[in-house]
């Protein structure tokens, strides 16, 4: 959490959610029913944390950058009231922290 360009708390939610699976036949729906299940699961555990921070902070904007897919699933288990705030980017996770926290950077400066 930032509030005036200063770093605030910090908190981290690590998903389960595995990569898609190449496994053919009977198996295959079954493993992407698992799959959306614990994207699903992913996405609330973060939609829930952001309404706890809602409830003790105001929050003006939600920068979130990660998959389209991981980006998409937390939008749809969002409020309104939250999902109005969202300031969002699909990026490349492989490249690393450091493009990562660059992208960050880029999107809170283009939203200050």
Known sequence: MVSMAETGSEEVIKGN??????????????????????????????????AKIGCSEEINHILMVGSK????AIHESMPHELRDKVV????????????????IMDLFVKKS
Do not use: F, M, P
């Not at 898609?20 to 996405?43: C, F, I, M, P, T």
């Open 69 to 72: 897919e991981t980006l998409q």
């Open 17 to 50: 959610v595995k990569n898609h699976v190449k496994v053919g036949g009977w198996s295959q729906q079954r493993y992407e029913r698992r799959r959306d299940n614990e994207l699903h699961k992913y996405a609330q555990e973060i939609v829930d944390a952001l």
């Open 88 to 103: 969002e980017k699909a990026i490349d996770l492989s490249k690393g922290d450091a493009s990562v926290n660059k992208d």
